[in-house]
């Protein structure tokens, strides 16, 4: 019984609403993920030269979340978080109607810009909400959240590229991240 008033104290509001998002946003972004390479493939890009849209993104996820996490010091966790979903929703409806290469590597790098500044943003939220003894469990709460909605995503993207046409999926997660954005700045 102990255990479990204790699991129960570390599900705050704050903390479901953050593992709720956690889900929507996993689901929406995991739609596109696994679709961004057969995209730029049926629009004529030999697979030699799809693997140049990811450069960028490589390069931003490897080099810039440890100073972009500062800003959610300077700025705010949730505003940050905000600011990251909104870019992040752009890029995707971008890509949505992005025609080549280039164009879908700068927003596939736009895309990990606002990720590499919003996830830092998230794991300092979790910990702020939850405190010192409880910080293990409220990460793999999140992560188990994440991996919910990384699961599910897939197959939906998947069959909206297939049903109804190759850039629905991008343009429902800009739709779903917007609207998780803008109730961040409303909360």
């Known amino acids: ?75 705010g966790r949730v505003p940050l978080m905000a600011i990251a979903l909104l870019g992040s929703a752009a890029s995707s409806l971008g890509i949505a109607y992005a025609r080549g290469l280039l164009p879908v590597a700068a927003l596939w790098g736009i895309e990990a810009l606002a990720q590499a500044a919003g996830s830092p943003a998230q794991n300092a939220l979790i910990s702020d909400i939850t405190g010192g003894s409880r910080r293990g469990r409220a990460y793999g709460l999140f992560m188990t959240a994440g991996g919910v909605g990384v699961t599910a995503g897939p197959l939906l ?29 409303l909360a």
């Open 1 to 75: 019984a102990d255990q479990a008033g204790d699991w129960m104290a570390l599900l705050s509001k704050p903390l479901i609403a953050l593992l709720a998002l956690s889900v929507i946003t996993s689901i929406s972004a995991s739609l596109v993920a696994p679709l961004v390479l057969v995209y730029l493939q049926r629009n004529g890009l030999p697979p030699n030269r799809v693997v140049w849209a990811y450069v960028p993104q490589g390069l931003i996820w490897a080099t810039l979340p440890p100073y972009l996490g500062k800003l959610s010091d300077r700025f």
């Open 157 to 185: 993207g998947g069959w909206l590229y297939d049903a109804v046409s190759p850039s629905t999926p991008f343009a429902i997660n800009a739709g779903i991240l917007a609207a998780c954005g803008l109730a961040l700045l």
